[in-house]
């Protein structure tokens, strides 16, 4: 069974940072494209940054110049380091990889449990 597993949420004071790491475990022939979303309270969940299996990385505006997406595909670990963070970024950020199982396996969704970031004034 493959699972996610997100931590190095916290509370942080604005202009502070913080470094989110998330692992692939379980039954994994393949991982595909990463990514890390957020979710604040009252609102969608979305997108921050992705990765893709070979370290091309796209980040949304609010990322932009701050974050930095990482990934390690020997260890099958991403990480999320995020620098001047601002109240506004204060939510719960969620993992997501799209995984194959096996050899010519199709490619599933998979998120974690999500880690609680809060940014403070």
């Known amino acids: 069974q493959v699972q996610l597993v997100e931590s190095g949420g916290g509370l942080v004071q604005a202009g502070g940072s913080l470094r989110l790491s998330c692992v692939v475990t379980?039954?994994?022939?393949?991982?595909?494209?990463m990514g890390w979303y957020r979710q604040a309270p009252g609102k969608q969940r979305d997108l921050v940054a992705d990765i893709t299996s070979d370290g091309n990385a796209l980040y949304k505006e609010p990322a932009k110049g701050r974050f930095t997406i990482s990934r390690d595909n020997d260890k099958n670990t991403m990480t999320l380091q995020m620098d001047s963070l601002k109240p506004e970024d204060t939510a719960v950020y969620y993992c997501?990889?799209?995984?194959?199982?096996?050899?010519?396996?199709?490619?599933?969704?998979?998120w974690g449990q999500g880690t609680l970031v809060t940014v403070s004034v």
């Open positions: 997501n990889a799209k995984i194959s199982a096996y050899p010519y396996g199709d490619y599933d969704d998979y």
């Open positions: 379980g039954n994994v022939f393949i991982v595909g494209g």
